[in-house]
């Protein structure tokens, strides 16, 4: 039985063509090759953005069977079952929920909407029309953070009591390195660092330790100006988070640090023992109690994902990541699995967006905001 | 020309006999050991406590002249011209502030008082009596925050812009390894990890970053009991920090915490490169910039107190901070240099109260507080 | 202009289904979506094998157009442009030369032969036929390693004093994890960890500091029995090397130890500098000179590879290395470069094969052995 | 009971006033230090060196009672019942053996001779003596060397298969960092790194592996001229060794690298599992298994020497083995405990040299050379 009989082929659009709209394409190509057989595979129907050049060149790469600049076709198109939108921030909400309306299953990039007011648009949208939804937050796919959910259910780190994260960059400090103007503007994107860099640990901590209870921060705009734009949001963000669980925390990101490539980290220390977590090493995770400090190669054949991959010890990529997170919803919509809890839906989405707008808020007011 | 000749000998008093004074008595038996000509070397008078098996244990080891339990006498005594304390907390003010009076030089360990009111009248005392003083803020003597201090200077981070701190201790969770009882309680301790552990980091970022204007936090006591007492201090604390440079931060102190043994780090990044420290690694300096992170071992011969001990690359421990901390001081109050700014005097220590107290308070009020 | 007016198709056909024709097919299959105008893109034509089960599975995944468990004909295909031999090492040689003597141009998995002897014959009729010829060294393509070949090149560690590598797994160790059967004996696999481990360092070492001139060593086989058959060949082996250059070195290689995951390192002490890889970090590289250790994220816009890949900080994984490798053979079929220097031809193959010859005949003499 | 009362004291002479004639003396001085009962403690009666000054300066700083420039006159004393040689290699054999058969017990650096058949006179002077006698090798007296004993004798990592180590300084490459002109000459020192370093990991190998039965090696003198000499010892060295266990490795050490600071690691891989330790990380030991990596900070109170030392994660520094080497010594003179199996006779220094021999010697035939 071959995987042609078994396997659902699932009708995909996919609007973006920069550096997600990359990532997201590659995802989609690769989940065929990921296991024999597969719930669901993608086909390719239709790329969508503005510049024509780079759309042709992503359906020579990945194999889209088309291309378009107008998405308000595609979310009509009887050939397209699911609606994946990995444009800048400002484009995620109208597609999304047109999309939905229109029946289609949605994964959209991280944020999805500018602000909590906007995402609960698009979560009232998805609800509204019944259909599948998840927000595309890629690090619940890699092996370690998957492998940290399942220490922490089986007990492993006893009850949460401190949290911390720091995803750190210097491409706003880096001639050359140029930034993408819609980042730096918030019309654009909403914010800065904190919807583009924050909001990943943000989800990370409420998939691993809970929801958040209340938030504290400070935050700074190194400006000016780059890639051509006056920058009208924050470079920099520091917090104090608290859980429900009683646990508190930091966070912190930020972008114009040159002493700094890209440290996505994330550590959990309990009662019992720790686990950590960095990106720069995405097949390990560190486990530590009394007894000491332990580096687990997490590709072994009981860790999560590796049996769609490689003998032990051969570790995948960051990028890999979201043929994972693609494979997910792709198996959702053929009644494999449910979105959630592995994968985080709209609901997701705006409890994350509600936490970053919290932030916001306390670095404005210097109050503790409660969420 | 031998030592003797060149050499002052200074009377030394010291209050304590658990860790700290330990910690001391070795630190000042081996700062003869250090160089071949010292500006200063202590001779040791008397030590002082309450326990006199422990106290006739310390002299044999240490070679203190003499034991005392009535420190009264001690700061009266003519032979004594420096004072050290590192009694508990609770010990710190009265003491420390009769031999002021009493014309004694001072040298006292970290947090002077058990808040910033007590602290201000120590300042007060030493400044009114005309003595030397300095508070024993021993990583300002591991080489690598030395030299930290040195690249800051001379501009290779550039201007401030983020700094982490995290000081992260298993003692209060790991059966057998008893913590001392008056360390969690306020009467006697004034504060828990934010005047044992933070209080560490704050100075060393007053040090390397500058003054600080706001905090905010939240503080957690994971108690209830433990040595015997009833926990009433904060096992736990995460602050936000700003600077007046315009820096923002994160700090985090907590020892309840059984995956952690002891993590003591700080890094700061600035607008052209970064620096990170690791007390776990005391004679590693990581210095990153746009081309890379590099791990200099600050053992080299131009790396400060290198010319004290062994040749390029054998480290030395935690402990030998104490005899450069105390061949400071002595060297002093001998007139080889001043106490600032590479030593703390009683007034950082005022500043660093200061701190200790608004993060406090920013923990009950859930503001942000001006420091 | 798109891809498809400017970029070459290539038929190629792929002999091997386990491990390597899993990795093969995958970097085939992802050549295209490396970059905008890629010089050639495979038309995979035909994989073949022994189990059909197997190959109809692969065809679903990596959309080869068709199966085949018949080599012979494929070598006749003129459909066939490529051949692609990914098979265990007793199928090297006669379809590879099979394959050269029917002009396809051929690349091959390491080792190349079972010995020096099959591997020559292997030269002789890539070279008699005039073929295009590569030796599957897929660490060259692995970002780091190609980075440090320009580092050395442009002298930044002077003249190469001190070589040192080691490859060492636990697989064999670590029940449930099965070995295959083949690599165990010497029918089937020429030698044990010789030509399955140490030959990929035995090659890097020829890119990057030059031939060999001189080897010593020793060799264990743990066995007895794995995988249901008597282990004859080598699993563990441990050798000095000496280099052209009057560089000298230590290289080891095993993989029944069970505290060993996957540990792929190679190091190079120069007389200015020293460089350090480790397989595990796959997109760092470490240089080292009298100012310090630093670690380089081998991930900006500036090193090799990058182009095809994301922003800098996100690195890619161990198998990704086979789609920069295929890339260049196919590349280099199309005419846009050559496969010397930076892919290892068979005479490279070769090259390696009279090394790793020579540690076992050290090992079975107890001689140092010229190559 | 105070110390005075139950401790011995012990006269202690100590010949050599250069870097190991300060490690001995800081050592001899801070035996007292370490812990409440001590079973004796040194009386440091005198040093003796050629330079005046310099004797001077030691005996200021480190209390010695007098100098001398005469090591006959000190082996007669009647004063001295402990003879500690730090001299340079060339200066082992003839006092050592004089102050063995005036009876006292003699410890001396390593490498004992200038090569074996030096040092089987000073074994056969000892032991017709009948007095006490150790070779400083200060290695076993680190906290993670001693510890990795206990779990190698407690069955943690099974039988031992393979083994490395590398000793690897750039002390010779970086200008300004003079080396002792001494140590690369053979007539003063016998052999270059190969008794210098490696000698160190023969001693490690054989307290953890066991004895040695066969060794490879080349070596490469890269001189000319340093400290005004001309070389003539070997500045690396690579060996593949073989143990009676079965067990198998590699050994390199060199001291011309600017890229290496000091490394200076040793691993084990064993049937069950692994251990690893670098002096860069004194206080640190990794054990592996299947299950991963464990970093264990060897400072918990069920550590070795953590006893004699500070709370949990407080990790003291290189030099400060030799303080724990100079209390086991004086122990053993004491009666407290044997020198052997923790301290290193001269036997097994010995047992060093005639492994060191025997590299040479391969490295000169290119034969494998049985010990």
Redesign the interface.
């Known amino acids: 039985m071959?995987?042609?009989e078994t396997?659902r082929r699932i009708g995909v659009a996919l609007l973006g063509s920069s550096?997600m709209g990359?990532?997201h394409?590659?995802g989609l190509?690769?989940v065929?090759?990921?296991?024999?057989?597969p719930a669901a595979v993608p086909a390719l129907r239709a790329i969508c953005g503005r510049d024509q050049k780079k759309l042709?060149?992503m359906?020579?790469?990945?194999?889209w069977e088309r291309t378009s600049t107008d998405w308000r076709a595609l979310v009509e198109d009887p050939e397209i079952e699911v609606f994946d939108n990995a444009a800048s921030n400002h484009l995620h909400a109208e597609p999304t929920i047109a999309a939905a309306r229109a029946g289609k299953h949605v994964i959209c990039e991280k944020p999805l909407g500018r602000d909590a007011a906007e995402t609960r648009k698009m979560l009232e949208a998805v609800e509204t029309a019944g259909v599948l939804h998840m927000c595309a937050f890629n690090y619940r796919f890699l092996p370690a953070i998957r492998f940290a959910r399942e220490l922490i259910e089986r007990g492993d780190?006893g009850a949460p009591?401190?949290f911390?994260s720091?995803f750190?960059?210097?491409?706003g400090?880096?001639p050359?390195?140029a930034e993408t103007a819609w980042r730096l503007r918030r019309e654009t994107a909403g914010s800065g660092v904190v919807g583009d860099l924050l909001a990943h640990h943000v989800d990370v901590a409420r998939y691993l330790v809970g929801e958040f209870t209340?938030v504290?921060?400070?935050?700074?705009t190194?400006g000016p100006q780059r890639a051509g734009v006056e920058v009208d949001v924050e470079d920099?963000v520091?917090?104090?988070?608290?859980f429900a669980s009683?646990a508190?925390?930091?966070?912190?990101a930020?972008r114009?640090?040159?002493?700094?490539?890209?440290e996505s980290a994330v550590a959990i220390?309990?009662?019992?023992?720790?686990?950590t977590f960095d990106v720069?090493?995405?097949?390990?995770l560190t486990?530590?109690?009394?007894?000491?400090?332990?580096?687990?190669?997490v590709?072994?054949?009981e860790h999560p994902f590796a049996e769609l991959?490689?003998?032990?010890?051969?570790?995948?990529?960051?990028?890999?990541s979201f043929s994972h997170e693609l494979r997910h919803f792709l198996g959702a919509v053929a009644g494999a699995w449910e979105v959630a809890p592995h994968g985080a839906t709209f609901l997701d989405g705006l409890r994350c967006a509600e936490v970053c707008d919290a932030v916001l808020a306390?670095a404005t007011s210097?109050?503790?905001t409660e969420i």
Chains 1, 2, 3, 4 share one sequence.
């Open positions: 071959s995987q042609a396997t550096f990359r990532a394409s590659r190509d690769a065929r090759t990921l296991e024999d057989h042709d060149g359906r020579d790469r990945y194999g780190i009591r401190q911390r720091r750190l960059l210097g491409s400090a880096v050359g390195e209340a504290g921060g400070a935050t700074r190194w920099a520091v917090a104090t988070v608290e009683g508190i925390g930091t966070m912190e930020a114009v640090l040159p002493g700094q490539v890209l220390d309990g009662s019992e023992g720790s686990v720069r090493s995405p097949n390990e486990f530590a109690d009394a007894r000491g400090s332990t580096t687990i190669s590709t072994a054949p991959w490689w003998p032990r010890g051969h570790g995948i990529g960051w990028g890999d306390a210097g109050h503790r």
